[in-house]
């Protein structure tokens, strides 16, 4: 019974798990059947969304290069038209990855976005987001192995063969060597067009940054374009608005600015943005903060997981002070966490000597170790309140010898890609649901960071070494992202290492035109007390890089304040900052509703992720919300 219902929550609720068949349903939609335009041109999609296909040039850094993206955008359109005066323009807002597709974030996470930033009846946002350039719906796409992704699968899976980077002498060199082999793949599929033209190159987090100007601008044209043809929702008579750039306009003064939260990886795009365009900034919400000095020089990575350990620890310590009622793995007799937490380590080392088998649902046989266990937990520290009560049925099942929960959720996760999926797609290019294209993310973070093409194996037993001592639990995999860039072979052509700071915000709390040149508000940061890969440490670090920024606390464990509880508090803030553009003087604390081991605690307005029915990839984005 209980592994069953631990199965159907996992499905729901795992970062970049699949999805329920109803979901796949209300998710379909052709981009093909629009159209790219320089200007927006909003078609109805999905289920009350609105999208559009904006052309933009692929090299911004060569204005005699014709060559063109054509970007996929979405806009969960405000409760009330545009032309209402509580209409408050538009909050852009980018899920992190890097790679995670806005397209399909909007359909999970839009509505709860919307509650938390609305002001009933006086201020009414669009949430509106996008596929990154290469990305999903956007074109061209980043994929090295176009029409064969059976070719990818297969890398995979031979990684995994070889198991964690920490788990013999051969593990690091063995992927070092797979990662070489990726890039002349990619380089090859990037020279013969296969992917619809070049992209790879141009993927750099300065590029998506640029892009983003260029939507707040295209955004704004429509608007002025609307309301002089009354086109659309927006009547010219009722031309009376609220949102504050749109004073801007008015006195014909200034450039159109931006209104955004960015989450995780989300907050290293918004960084960059604050920091390269500070003329642009409305507002700017960075929620799960990562540090992008770290992101972009040096080894790189290395600062996200210190409080990981802290979070497990933190598991075996709230089941043990709910008991056995609630935590499967708790026991009466159990004096203390600590004996939880042994027989879950004597039991990894057994599994060790001797795996866990069995054959899955889809038929993949299976053979697993401490290693994928630990995997399993890393992607639920990312979730505590809806997966900690599953881990712990699962851990309890497989531990007294019924693998079916846990094999079926290795499964679902694509821990074992589905090479019958990937043989079913055969070579059609434009049609690849099930495909999980890691190479987006190389593409960015790859670009972004310092190169290391020319370390050795040494040097990255080194670093394997430096993530485990921050991480036990996610050290081995963490150290795994930036390996992937041993052999990237795409050089950008923009890259941006900081400062990442702002000039002083010059705030207008009144009706008014933002100062020419400056930004409008300071940055507003929040963070969870305890998140395992954007960890408070980081958001104080980029705080007190900006002048006058804010930082929320908030009193949740997992990635990103806004997705791991529900907190009137930081609602509060977040929306009372959009509105005037003031931030907290001090460090603020909220608390939250409720915590993992409550009885019915979840998060409300969320509805279930539907983008990655298809894309059953286990912690698809390292810095994403799935
Ligand atoms: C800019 O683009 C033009 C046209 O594609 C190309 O000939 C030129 O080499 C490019 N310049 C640089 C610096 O890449
Ligand atoms: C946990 O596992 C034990 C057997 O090891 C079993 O007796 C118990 O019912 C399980 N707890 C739950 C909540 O499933
Ligand atoms: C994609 O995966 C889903 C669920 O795993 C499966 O039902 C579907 O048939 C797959 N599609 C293709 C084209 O392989
Ligand atoms: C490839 O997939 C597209 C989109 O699903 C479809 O329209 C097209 O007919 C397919 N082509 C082939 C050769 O199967
Ligand atoms: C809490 O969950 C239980 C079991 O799922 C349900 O019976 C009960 O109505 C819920 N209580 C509240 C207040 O939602
Ligand atoms: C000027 C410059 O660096 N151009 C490079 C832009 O990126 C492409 C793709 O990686 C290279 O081929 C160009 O040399």
């Not at 974030?105 to 009414?124: C, E, N, T, Y």
């Not at 002089?228 to 609220?242: A, Q, T, V």
């Not at 821990?415 to 070579?427: E, F, M, R, W």
């Not at 603020?588 to 279930?608: H, I, Q, R, T, Y």
Request: a negative charge; proline letters at 7%; one cysteine or more.
């Amino acid at each position: 019974m209980r592994p069953n219902t631990a199965l159907l929550l996992l499905a729901a609720g795992l970062p970049g798990l699949a999805r329920t068949q109803d979901a796949d349903k209300t998710a379909a939609f052709d981009w093909d059947s629009i159209t790219p335009s320089r200007d927006l041109c909003y078609h109805d999609c999905y289920h009350g969304f609105r999208c559009a296909r904006l052309v933009l040039p692929l090299d911004w850094q060569n204005a005699t290069d014709a060559r063109t993206i054509a970007l996929a955008v979405i806009k969960l359109p405000a409760v009330v038209p545009a032309s209402d005066p509580s209409f408050a323009g538009p909050i852009l807002t980018n899920p992190g990855g890097p790679g995670g597709s806005g397209v399909a974030f909007i359909q999970s996470f839009g509505r709860r976005l919307r509650a938390i930033v609305d002001k009933p009846g006086r201020r009414h946002y669009d949430i509106v987001s996008f596929d990154p350039r290469g990305m999903e719906n956007s074109r061209p796409r980043a994929d090295c192995f176009p029409g064969d992704a059976l070719t990818r699968d297969a890398v995979m899976l031979e990684a995994r063969g070889h198991g964690a980077l920490d788990s013999s002498r051969l593990a690091v060199p063995y992927a070092l060597g797979l990662h070489h082999g990726f890039g002349v793949r990619c380089l090859a599929a990037e020279a013969q067009g296969l992917g619809g033209g070049d992209i790879m190159g141009y993927m750099s987090t300065p590029s998506v940054a640029r892009d983003m100007v260029e939507i707040v601008d295209k955004i704004e044209e429509l608007r002025k374009h609307d309301a002089r043809h009354g086109d659309g929702e927006d009547r010219p008579e009722l031309k009376k608005r609220s949102g504050h750039h749109d004073h801007d306009h008015d006195h014909g003064h200034d450039v159109a600015r931006l209104q955004y939260i960015g989450f995780s990886y989300g907050t290293i795009l918004g960084n960059y943005f604050a920091s390269m365009f500070p003329e642009r900034i409305g507002r700017i919400v960075l929620d799960g903060v990562s540090n992008a000095n770290d992101y972009s020089t040096g080894p790189g990575w290395l600062t996200n997981t210190v409080d990981a350990d802290e979070i497990a620890a933190r598991f075996f310590s709230g089941c043990h002070a709910v008991g056995p009622a609630v935590c499967a793995l708790a026991r009466s007799a159990d004096a203390s966490a600590a004996d939880i937490h042994a027989r879950v380590d004597a039991w990894l080392n057994a599994i060790d000597e001797s795996p866990l088998t069995a054959v899955a649902p889809s038929g993949n046989v299976v053979a697993a170790t401490s290693r994928d266990v630990r995997e399993l937990m890393g992607s639920v520290l990312y979730s505590p309140i809806r997966l900690f009560k599953v881990l712990a049925d699962i851990l309890n099942a497989t531990m007294a010898g019924d693998t079916a929960a846990f094999v079926a959720a290795m499964d679902l996760a694509g821990s074992i890609p589905h090479l019958k999926d990937a043989c079913t797609v055969g070579t059609n290019v434009t049609d690849e649901p099930n495909v999980s294209r890691i190479e987006g993310g190389f593409s960015v973070f790859c670009a972004d960071g310092d190169s290391l093409l020319h370390k050795d194996t040494a040097w990255w037993r080194r670093y394997v070494d430096k993530q485990l001592q921050t991480s036990s639990l996610m050290g081995a995999y963490w150290a795994g992202i930036r390996l992937s860039c041993t052999a990237w072979p795409f050089r950008t052509n923009w890259s941006f290492k900081g400062p990442f700071t702002t000039p002083p915000a010059v705030t207008v709390t009144v009706p008014g035109a933002p100062v020419r040149g400056k930004p409008a508000a300071p940055l507003l940061f929040l963070s969870a007390r305890l998140d395992p890969v954007t960890p408070l440490s980081a958001a104080r670090a980029m705080a007190a890089l900006h002048p006058g920024a804010g930082l929320v606390v908030q009193e949740s464990l997992g990635h990103c304040a806004i997705a791991t509880g529900d907190s009137r508090c930081t609602a509060n803030i977040v929306a009372d900052y959009f509105e005037s553009g003031v931030v907290p003087t001090h460090e603020a604390a909220c608390s939250v509703d409720c915590g993992p081991w409550d009885k019915n605690c979840s998060l409300s307005s969320m509805s279930l992720p539907v983008h990655a029915l298809h894309v059953p990839q286990k912690r698809r984005f390292p810095l994403g919300l799935w």
